[in-house]
């Protein structure tokens, strides 16, 4: 089993930046992908970004690249989200979710395994 715990959404108004942090427990972190998927309101759950077990590769959707970064920390199994420039499009339930069926990064969420809460991020205009 794997646990996912996100943190660090907010409110905060539009051009301004947050850092999402996901902390796993159970099994090995460093052996497999971690993404952030997000489900704006009143929309489907959506890919925003995907890292490999390495960190060496990374996938951006289309509407956040050159805004948002994933990174790792496979020392303290932590994965996070940095987001900067952020608009009120931004507004979303934001997920970090385990592949550990893969060596790449999948962009579908029924291809991962396990899933956090889910935290809150409201962007004020």
């Known amino acids: 089993q794997v646990q996912l715990v996100e943190s660090g959404g907010g409110l905060v108004q539009a051009g301004a930046s947050l850092r999402l942090s996901c902390a796993a427990s159970g099994r090995t972190f460093s052996f497999y992908s971690m993404a952030w998927f997000r489900r704006p309101p009143g929309k489907e759950r959506e890919f925003v970004a995907g890292?490999?077990?390495?960190?060496?590769?990374?996938v951006y959707a289309d509407f956040v690249k050159g805004r948002f970064t994933i990174s790792r920390d496979n020392a303290k199994n932590t994965v996070y989200l940095q987001m900067n420039s952020l608009q009120p499009e931004d507004t979303a339930v934001y997920y970090c979710a385990a592949d550990t069926g893969a060596l790449v990064v999948r962009r579908t969420a029924l291809e991962y395994d396990y899933w956090g809460q889910g935290t809150q991020v409201t962007v004020s205009s």
């Open positions: 890292i490999s077990w390495s960190g060496r590769s990374t």
